[in-house]
């Protein structure tokens, strides 16, 4: 059973930038689309981001459009996020997970879907 561990969180200016990764062990990505999400303070987790596993469909949420960009290096099994122009309304913790990615409706959970633990992103002067 592969597991997923984000790391990259951290406290940043706004308009600052931080890049996320998403790393397995204990088996493969090559296979699996990984999306990430964003749960603020006091609320619902939301998909903003997912990337095919030949990164031939990659999704944003309208919020992060040319702010984010997502990507992978399988043979790293690792993706990443990275985050720019970054707002306060990005604060939350960002979890990664494995995913159906569409380009229309973004990352979906799924049964078999792997979780991270989360990484906290805080957004402040």
């Known amino acids: 059973q592969v597991q997923l561990v984000e790391s990259g969180g951290g406290l940043v200016q706004p308009g600052g930038s931080l890049r996320l990764s998403c790393t397995a062990s204990g088996g493969t990505l090559d296979y699996s689309a990984i999306g990430w999400f964003h749960q603020a303070p006091g609320k619902e987790r939301e998909g903003v981001s997912c990337?095919?596993?030949?990164?031939?469909?990659?999704y944003y949420v309208d919020s992060v459009k040319g702010r984010f960009t997502s990507s992978r290096d399988n043979a790293k099994k690792t993706a990443y996020l990275q985050m720019n122009n970054m707002k306060p309304e990005d604060t939350g913790v960002y979890y990664c997970?494995?995913?159906?990615?569409?380009?229309?409706?973004?990352?979906?959970?799924?049964?078999?879907?792997?979780w991270g633990k989360g990484t906290l992103v805080t957004v402040s002067s």
């Open positions: 990337i095919s596993s030949a990164s031939d469909i990659v």
């Open positions: 997970a494995t995913v159906l990615c569409g380009p229309n409706y973004g990352p979906a959970e799924y049964g078999m879907s792997t």
